[in-house]
């Protein structure tokens, strides 16, 4: 089992920036890929990026390249999502999820946007940015 905590959320204005963190216990994170996702009131969970085990293969949500930048630190068991130049419709419940890392295909960014690629979920943490 592996138990996901997030952390960093927060109220910040429009053009702010967070950094969002993601604390894994149980197992090490290793041999896990990570992805986040974020869900808005009323609207249906989204994908916002995904990162390999190894942290050398990233993918994100077309709208967020640019403002978003995940990234981890296998030593500390931990993920983390940078966020510039927030908006207000970034307002939303921020997820950490993880999925065991399977054999790196060309194609591996398909299954990172799935939800129900993951294994396992952390409760969230909430964001809201004021206009």
């Known amino acids: 089992q592996v138990q996901l905590v997030e952390s960093g959320g927060g109220l910040v204005q429009a053009g702010g920036s967070l950094r969002l963190s993601c604390a894994a216990s149980g197992r090490t994170l290793s041999s896990y890929d990570m992805g986040w996702f974020r869900q808005a009131p009323g609207k249906e969970r989204e994908f916002v990026a995904a990162?390999?085990?190894?942290?050398?293969?990233?993918h994100y949500a077309d709208s967020l390249k640019g403002r978003f930048s995940i990234s981890r630190d296998n030593a500390k068991n931990t993920a983390y999502l940078e966020m510039n130049s927030l908006k207000p419709e970034d307002t939303a419940v921020y997820y950490c999820?993880?999925?065991?890392?399977?054999?790196?295909?060309?194609?591996?960014?398909?299954?990172?946007?799935?939800?129900?690629?993951?294994?396992?979920w952390g409760q969230g943490t909430q964001v809201t940015v004021s206009s």
């Open positions: 990162i390999r085990w190894t942290g050398g293969n990233t």
């Open positions: 999820a993880a999925q065991i890392s399977r054999p790196y295909n060309s194609k591996w960014y398909i299954s990172a946007r799935s939800r129900d690629a993951y294994d396992y």
